[in-house]
């Protein structure tokens, strides 16, 4: 299983961006699935997420601006984030735990994407 993140780029303030994460192969259920950022010198960050069968959660910094949501017939989590800050500028990862089916068993793993960078100028 491969996590594949797109959508990065450089955006004004103000600006959106929609950030995707495709998964590589088919799978039996999507646990949960997170964002994550990390700007230089910070920690990695926890900005959304949300657990099969619980409601999303965001951290208060992107509260009203991002939104988390996947779509299950393309395998794949989006970020869309709208009015985006300076401060929002970081490498976004995201995070899946997954159950998938190989070899006769199943599997239930979680895997991170690669990142991709976001750039948001002033």
């Known amino acids: 299983v491969q996590l594949q993140a797109s959508g990065g780029g450089l955006v004004q303030a103000g600006g959106s961006l929609r950030l995707s994460c495709a998964i590589s192969r088919r799978i039996v259920s999507l646990n949960a699935a997170r964002w994550y950022r990390q700007a230089p010198g910070n920690e990695r960050e926890s900005i959304a997420g949300?657990?099969?069968?619980?409601?999303?959660i965001y951290a208060d910094s992107v509260k009203g601006r991002f939104t988390i949501s996947r779509d299950t017939a393309n395998n794949t989590v989006y970020l869309q984030m709208n009015s985006l800050k300076p401060e929002d500028a970081a490498v976004y990862y995201c995070?899946?735990?997954?159950?998938?089916?190989?070899?006769?068993?199943?599997?239930?793993?979680?895997?991170w994407g690669q990142g991709t960078q976001v750039t948001v100028s002033s």
């Open positions: 949300f657990t099969r069968g619980s409601s999303t």
């Open positions: 995070n899946v735990d997954l159950t998938y089916f190989d070899t006769h068993r199943y599997f239930r793993r979680e895997f």
